[in-house]
C-alpha cells in the first residue's frame, strides 16, 4: 500500500488551500482514511476520518472551515482548507486501515506527509 500526498504550501490566514492523497495498493473494498497532522513538540492529531460508508469526523479545532471527501472509484482523499489560520500549521498526513477511529495508532498505513504553513 502507498499513500502519497500532495497540496501542501505557505499561505496567509484566511486563505485556502486542497490537500489530495493518492491510494494505491489497497485492496479492501471498505475502509477508512484519515487526515492528520503533527505541529513540532506536538502529538500528531487527528483533523479529519472518514470512511467508504461516508462516515465523517472532524477535529472541533477544523469542523466548519475543513472538509474531508472521499472519491472511492479514485481511491483519493481530498481535504479542503479554508480560513486557515496559523494554528494550522504542521506537517499533514494522510492514513489508511480498517477501522475509523480517530486514533493513530488504528491506521496501519501513513503517507510521507506534506507541510501546511499558515503565515503573514
Known amino acids: 500500500v502507498q499513500l502519497v500526498e500532495s497540496g501542501g504550501g505557505l499561505v496567509q490566514p484566511g486563505e485556502s488551500l486542497r490537500l489530495s492523497c493518492a491510494a494505491s495498493?489497497?485492496?479492501?473494498?471498505?475502509?477508512?482514511m484519515g487526515w492528520f497532522r503533527q505541529a513540532p513538540g506536538k502529538e500528531r492529531e487527528a483533523v479529519a476520518v472518514?470512511?467508504?460508508?461516508?462516515?465523517?469526523n472532524y477535529a472541533d479545532s477544523v469542523r466548519g472551515r475543513f472538509t474531508v471527501s472521499l472519491d472511492n472509484s479514485a481511491s483519493t482523499l481530498y481535504l479542503q482548507m479554508n480560513s486557515l489560520k496559523p494554528e494550522d500549521t504542521a506537517m499533514y498526513y494522510c492514513?489508511?486501515?480498517?477501522?475509523?477511529?480517530?486514533?493513530?495508532?488504528?491506521?496501519?498505513?501513513w503517507g510521507q506527509g506534506t507541510q501546511v504553513t499558515v503565515s503573514s
Open positions: 492514513a489508511a486501515g480498517i477501522v475509523t477511529t480517530r486514533l493513530p495508532e488504528d491506521y496501519a498505513y
Open positions: 495498493g489497497f485492496t479492501y473494498k471498505t475502509y477508512s
Open positions: 472518514t470512511n467508504t460508508q461516508g462516515y465523517k
